[in-house]
Nanobody
């Protein structure tokens, strides 16, 4: 079993930055690809970013390329999402995800955190 706990969300003005963290439990963390998804009010959950277990493969949604950076520290069992140049359309609940392989589709993700709210004001 994998337990994921997100933190770092909050309220920020457009153009600002936030750094999300996801703490994973267990000793199997390094064997999992990790990712971030988000869900805005009235919208479906969508892919944001993903990183392989080794960090050698990284993917971003087109909407966040150049602004968001995903990274992981396997020794600490933590995945990060650095979000810069935030826009109001980035407002959503952000969910940490874990899987045996990189997943860009919400329905295929094996494990989810509870989510952390990110609100970007104009």
């Amino acid at each position: 079993q994998v337990q994921l706990v997100e933190s770092g969300g909050g309220l920020v003005q457009a153009g600002g930055s936030l750094r999300l963290s996801c703490a994973a439990s267990g000793r199997t963390f390094s064997n999992y690809a990790m990712g971030w998804f988000r869900q805005a009010p009235g919208k479906e959950r969508e892919f944001v970013a993903a990183i392989s277990w080794s960090g050698g493969r990284i993917y971003y949604a087109d909407s966040v390329k150049g602004r968001f950076t995903i990274s992981r520290d396997n020794a600490k069992g933590t995945v990060y999402l650095q979000m810069n140049s935030l826009k109001p359309e980035d407002t959503a609940v952000y969910y940490c995800a874990a899987d045996a392989q990189i997943e860009l589709t919400t329905a295929l993700v094996d494990y989810w955190g509870q989510g952390t709210q990110v609100t970007v004001s104009s």
